[in-house]
């Protein structure tokens, strides 16, 4: 199963666990129920904006922000998250946070040979 429908059904859980149903929350989130629709079956990645106003909205704290934030990132390594809005992010959990922002982060071709050896201690480090 491709990552971005992965985090579509977990948008639905999400909401159908907090017993959200699709037009109310679509309504909260300022969006039409098809838009909502488009995330739950994987067929769009939503803006970081929207992403927060979703954590807001399905009432996410702590460690839940974390792995909301890290299941969008691995459907979308191009997925804009400005650091300077990371302090949503708990002290303890943030290496696991910062991690995936590497992993998934496109470095210039010219980082080559490091980026790679970079990359493989962040893999050793998740294991």
Do not use: H
Not at 79 to 107: G, H, K, S
Request: hydrophobic share 40%; with cysteine.
């Amino acid at each position: 199963m491709k990552p971005v429908t992965e985090f579509g059904k977990y948008c639905r859980k999400l909401r159908t666990d907090k017993d959200i149903n699709m037009t109310d929350f679509a309504e909260k989130a300022g969006k039409n129920p098809s838009y909502i629709s488009m995330i739950e079956r994987g067929r769009i990645v939503p803006p970081y904006q929207f992403l927060m106003a979703c954590m807001e909205i399905y009432g996410l704290q702590g460690a839940e922000r974390v792995e909301f934030l890290v299941k969008a990132l691995a459907c979308s390594p191009k997925l804009a998250i400005p650091l300077n809005n990371v302090t949503i992010i708990p002290q303890e959990r943030y290496w696991q946070f910062l991690a995936c922002l590497l992993l998934n982060y496109e470095p210039p071709s010219s980082a080559g040979r490091e980026w790679a050896g970079i990359r493989s201690c962040l893999r050793d480090l998740q294991k």
